[in-house]
């Protein structure tokens, strides 16, 4: 298990961007596979994207292919989102974890806190 903190979100315009970083605190970030995932009011938390332990593979929910791309350094021990294109449809409190599966999308492990992302129409 590893400790993650979510940062980078904020208030945005619809069709602007932001980039999103996960930190990892543990000696064993590099094993994991890592996610994205999101949970707007009322809803429930939804798989966003993926990627594998050495960064070569990512998964994406149809809905924000071609928009966003995740990716991983695993040097610095963080994954990032980062959102272009962003749609009112995209505002959720964004969180990542570890992930298991093929493709990745099942949650493993213990959440960060997660960082608000909000889109204005």
């Known amino acids: 298990q590893v400790r993650l903190v979510e940062s980078g979100g904020g208030l945005v315009q619809a069709g602007g961007s932001l980039r999103l970083s996960c930190a990892a605190s543990?000696?064993?970030?590099?094993?994991?596979?890592m996610g994205w995932f999101r949970q707007a009011p009322g809803k429930e938390r939804e798989f966003v994207a993926a990627?594998?332990?050495?960064?070569?593979?990512?998964y994406y929910v149809n809905s924000v292919k071609g928009r966003f791309t995740i990716s991983r350094d695993n040097a610095k021990n963080t994954v990032y989102l980062q959102m272009n294109s962003l749609k009112f449809e995209d505002t959720a409190v964004y969180y990542c974890?570890?992930?298991?599966?093929?493709?990745?999308?099942?949650?493993?492990?213990?959440w960060g806190q997660g960082t608000q992302v909000t889109v204005s129409s």
């Open positions: 990627i594998s332990m050495s960064g070569g593979t990512t």
């Open positions: 543990g000696r064993t970030f590099s094993s994991y596979a």
């Open positions: 974890s570890e992930v298991v599966g093929t493709p990745a999308t099942t949650h493993v492990g213990s």
